[in-house]
């Protein structure tokens, strides 16, 4: 761990995940001198559970298509130019799980840019009638990264500290964290508790358990259905993931069966092929942070109670422009990517760091103070 005696730096991200790693690596590359700060170590949360899957997002037209869709050919080049040794390139299969995902892949194939192909007759062959019969589209190139691999690596030569952030101090233009201190501060905590009083960030945790297991079968390519079920940058390896659980918190003192986990995944990757000899290696678990509205969020972040003090009448409906609510000073936040983190963090970071350094205005669509109308009427 290097001493503080290199503080002030120019930002202090706290929360080393694939947000905060990714953010970390962009900054320095820009010439930053960048503190990250983890309380468990790099990749520790929901990062290190990820199969990682630089997959993209079938959805309807619109603003989320656009910005997964920019997302998902940014990350391809990123991961695949900066850090190959992490990332296994391999045709990708996506199979609709249900009538209404259906829809989605057929729309989503009149629609997209993307090139895709027939099933190749070797992997058809592999596939239940159910994944047969069902609407599907293939791509000859998807990816997924090793997540722990690629966030180590992209920490590499930033300084690191091993803390557990309690309070976030501003004092003189600066913020104070522990014995560190620099100008901006970067929020990349993920679905953790909240470290501001910015209780209209409408977050959602969803837990996430996947495997890797050994099988005497030979997965050609990446298959997205009821889970994934992929090959994976270690050698014979095949990943199986993940549940989306809504219900479990980890933050709840409750136990967490994993038994059961390793069930239910079994259990639905079997609706898309049959997995000879399984041997389960390794369990990962983590949560996913989810925004109300499937948008990532990157931007600043509103003094709730300065606002509401200075736009009493916002409580009744007032309308006023963002431009014009208190903001807190220099601090950003990068979250919500639920499923999309690995493919949501170099376009993230990217932008990030084209705000910090040249000033280039942020998406306002992407920004958390979306979700401050909405909270401040109930505050009423
Ligand atoms: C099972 C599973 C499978 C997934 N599969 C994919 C996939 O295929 N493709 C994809 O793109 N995405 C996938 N995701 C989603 C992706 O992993 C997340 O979107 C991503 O990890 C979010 O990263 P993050 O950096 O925002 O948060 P996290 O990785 O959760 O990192 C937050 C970090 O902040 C630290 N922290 C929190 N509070 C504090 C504090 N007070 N002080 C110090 N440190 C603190 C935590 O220790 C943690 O390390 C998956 C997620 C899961 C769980």
């Known amino acids: 761990m290097p001493t503080s005696k290199t503080s002030p730096y120019d930002v202090i991200i706290i929360g080393a995940g694939v947000n905060g790693c990714c953010s970390a690596y962009t900054l320095a590359q820009a010439g930053l001198n960048v503190a990250l700060i983890d309380q468990d170590g790099i990749a520790s949360g929901g990062s290190g559970a990820a199969g990682a899957f630089i997959s993209p997002k079938i959805s309807k037209a619109g603003e989320l298509k656009e910005i997964m869709s920019e997302a998902h050919a940014e990350a391809l080049a990123f991961y695949t130019t900066h850090f190959p040794q992490f990332t296994l390139v391999k045709p990708l299969l996506h199979i609709a799980n249900s009538p209404k995902e259906g829809e989605k892949v057929e729309s989503f194939k009149h629609e997209t840019h993307l090139k895709h192909f027939a099933i190749p007759h070797k992997i058809q062959a592999l596939l239940s009638a159910e994944a047969l019969n069902a609407s599907s589209i293939y791509f000859d190139v998807g990816a997924v990264v090793d997540a722990q691999g690629v966030c180590n690596a992209m920490a590499e030569g930033i300084d690191f500290y091993l803390l557990k952030i309690k309070e976030l101090i501003h004092n003189e233009g600066v913020w104070q964290i522990g014995a560190l201190q620099a100008k ?128 009493p009448h916002i409580r009744h409906g007032e309308n006023i422009d963002p431009s014009e609510y208190l903001y807190y000073p220099n601090v950003t936040m990068i979250n919500g990517s639920g499923g999309y983190g690995f493919v949501l963090a170099p376009y993230l970071a990217k932008r990030l760091g084209e705000w910090l350094v040249e000033r280039k205005e942020l998406n306002p669509i992407l920004s958390p103070s979306r979700f401050f109308p909405r909270w401040a009427k109930r505050q009423s």
């Open 184 to 311: 901006h501060l970067v929020l990349t905590i993920g679905a953790y508790p909240k470290l501001l009083p910015i209780d209209y960030v409408g977050l959602r945790g969803i837990w996430g358990h996947r495997i890797d297991i050994e099988t005497s079968m030979h997965i050609p390519c990446i298959l997205h259905h009821h889970v994934s079920i992929s090959p994976t940058t270690k050698g014979a390896t095949v990943a199986i993931g993940a549940t989306h659980d809504v219900h479990y918190s980890p933050f709840s003192g409750e136990p967490y069966d994993v038994e059961q986990g390793r069930t239910i995944l079994i259990e639905k990757a079997s609706h898309t092929l049959r997995l000879n000899n399984i041997n389960i290696i390794k369990d990962y678990m983590g949560l996913r942070s989810g925004s109300n509205d499937y948008l990532p969020m990157l931007g600043n972040l509103v003094d709730a109670e300065a606002t509401l003090k200075k736009f």
